[in-house]
C-alpha cells in the first residue's frame, strides 16, 4: 500500500470527456450508505489516502484497536453486499454527498496537519492538491450544492496560507505571525468569489469557511473580527455540536473578551468524550494562562501538550513555548 509520505495524485486523464477518475469512483464506493458514516470515512482514508489506522483513529478520537475492528467490518459489508464500484445516477447522488464531503475534508485535514510519518513534517502538499483537485470533481458532479462549493472554497482559503505556515526549516509559523504577503492571493479571490455566491441556510462547510475568510481579509490579527468569528462558531455548534467546536468557540470568545473568560469556557470541555489525547486542549489551555501570567500552570499544560502532539513540527513548537514559559 501507498505510504503517506510517498503519496502522489493520480491526474485525471484528459482524453476521457464526461468522466471522473477512479479514486472518485473508490471514495463513492467506500461511502455507500449501506455503510455507518464512521466506517465510510474511515476505509476511505485507509484505501485512498493511504492512511494508518493509528492516524485514522487520531482523526476520529477513538483507539487504533477500535479503528481496526471499523477497517475489518466495513471491508467484510462491502464484499458481502456486493456494493457497486462507480460513482452513482444522479438520483442517488445527495444521500451520498455527506459521506463523501466529511472523507474530502478528513483528506485535506491530513494533508495540512499530518498526524504521522518519519520526517515530521506538518504539512502534505500532495495531500492537500489532491483533496481539493478531487473536490473540484465534485463540484463538476454537483454544481448547484451550496455545501460542495462551501468545501472547496474552506479548502482554498486554509490552502492559500501553506507557503506562510512553516518557516525555512520546516517549523510552526503561528497565523498571526504569519507574513501574510505569502498567502495565495487567487486562492483567496475564488474561495470569496464561492463564499458570494452562496445562498441561506448556511451549512457546516459554508460556516467554517466564513470563519477562514474573517482571519484572511483583516490586514492582522490585531484587526481581526473576533467577535463576528465566535458568532460563527455559535452556529457552527448548532448544527454540527463537538467538542472541537466548542474548543475553537473558547479561542475566538478568549480573543475577544478576554483569556479568563475562553478559560472557563475550555475548562468545561476537560472531561469531554474523546478529548483525553486531544493535544490542542492543553494547548489551548496553556497560551491562555501564559497569556494571563500564570506561568507554571501554563508549563504544566505545555508538558502535557508535547507528549501527545502527532508530529514532529508540533512537537518543536510546543517545546519552544515550554522553554519561553519557563525563563
Given at each position: 500500500r501507498v505510504a503517506v509520505e510517498e503519496y502522489e495524485p493520480v491526474e485525471p486523464d484528459p482524453d476521457i470527456s464526461g468522466?471522473?477518475?477512479?479514486?472518485?469512483?473508490?471514495?463513492?464506493?467506500?461511502?455507500?450508505?449501506?455503510?455507518?458514516?464512521?466506517?465510510?470515512?474511515?476505509?476511505?482514508?485507509?484505501?485512498?489516502?493511504?492512511?494508518?489506522?493509528?492516524?485514522?483513529?487520531?482523526?476520529?478520537?477513538?483507539?487504533?484497536?477500535?479503528?481496526?475492528?471499523?477497517?475489518?467490518?466495513?471491508?467484510?459489508?462491502?464484499?458481502?453486499?456486493?456494493?457497486?464500484?462507480?460513482?452513482?445516477?444522479?438520483?442517488?447522488?445527495?444521500?451520498?454527498?455527506?459521506?463523501?464531503?466529511?472523507?474530502?475534508?478528513?483528506?485535506?485535514?491530513e494533508g495540512y496537519s499530518a498526524t504521522g510519518g518519519g520526517r515530521g513534517d506538518l504539512i502534505r502538499v500532495p495531500l492537500l492538491r489532491e483533496a481539493i483537485r478531487l473536490t473540484r470533481l465534485l463540484v463538476e458532479l454537483m454544481p448547484d450544492d451550496g455545501e460542495v462549493r462551501a468545501l472547496l472554497a474552506l479548502m482554498l482559503l486554509h490552502h492559500a496560507r501553506t507557503a506562510a505556515r512553516t518557516d525555512a526549516v520546516g517549523d510552526i509559523v503561528t497565523l498571526e505571525e504569519q507574513d501574510r504577503s505569502l498567502w495565495d492571493r487567487d486562492a483567496i479571490t475564488e474561495a470569496l468569489t464561492i463564499l458570494r455566491s452562496l445562498v441561506p441556510p448556511a451549512g457546516r462547510y459554508e460556516l467554517q469557511a466564513r470563519i477562514a475568510a474573517c482571519h484572511l481579509e483583516a490586514s492582522g490579527a490585531a484587526s481581526t473580527d473576533f467577535a463576528r468569528i465566535a458568532e460563527l462558531y455559535d452556529a457552527l455548534a448548532f448544527i454540527d455540536p463537538s467538542?472541537?467546536?466548542?474548543?475553537?468557540?473558547?479561542?475566538?470568545?478568549?480573543?475577544?473578551?478576554?483569556?479568563?473568560?475562553?478559560?472557563?469556557?475550555?475548562?468545561?470541555?476537560?472531561?469531554?468524550?474523546?478529548?483525553?489525547?486531544?493535544?490542542?486542549?492543553?494547548?489551548?489551555?496553556?497560551?491562555?494562562?501564559?497569556?494571563?501570567?500564570?506561568?507554571?500552570?501554563?508549563?504544566?499544560?505545555?508538558?502535557?501538550?508535547?507528549?501527545?502532539?502527532?508530529?514532529?513540527?508540533?512537537?518543536?513548537?510546543?517545546?519552544?513555548?515550554?522553554?519561553?514559559?519557563?525563563?
Open positions: 468522466d471522473f477518475d477512479d479514486r472518485l469512483r473508490l471514495i463513492f464506493t467506500c461511502c455507500h450508505p449501506a455503510l455507518p458514516m464512521d466506517a465510510r470515512l474511515a476505509l476511505t482514508l485507509r484505501t485512498v489516502a493511504g492512511l494508518t489506522p493509528a492516524q485514522i483513529a487520531r482523526a476520529f478520537l477513538v483507539t487504533e484497536p477500535a479503528m481496526d475492528k471499523r477497517l475489518v467490518r466495513a471491508r467484510a459489508k462491502i464484499k458481502h453486499a456486493g456494493i457497486p464500484y462507480r460513482v452513482p445516477p444522479p438520483h442517488l447522488m445527495t444521500e451520498r454527498r455527506d459521506g463523501v464531503l466529511a472523507v474530502l475534508y478528513l483528506l485535506f485535514t467538542p472541537v467546536v466548542e474548543l475553537n468557540r473558547a479561542v475566538s470568545v478568549a480573543m475577544s473578551q478576554g483569556p479568563e473568560v475562553g478559560l472557563r469556557l475550555i475548562d468545561a470541555l476537560v472531561t469531554s468524550r474523546g478529548m483525553d489525547d486531544y493535544y490542542l486542549l492543553p494547548a489551548t489551555r496553556a497560551d491562555l494562562l501564559r497569556r494571563m501570567g500564570r506561568r507554571t500552570e501554563a508549563a504544566t499544560e505545555y508538558e502535557k501538550a508535547l507528549q501527545l502532539a502527532p508530529s514532529g513540527a508540533e512537537k518543536r513548537y510546543l517545546g519552544k513555548r515550554l522553554a519561553e514559559t519557563r525563563r
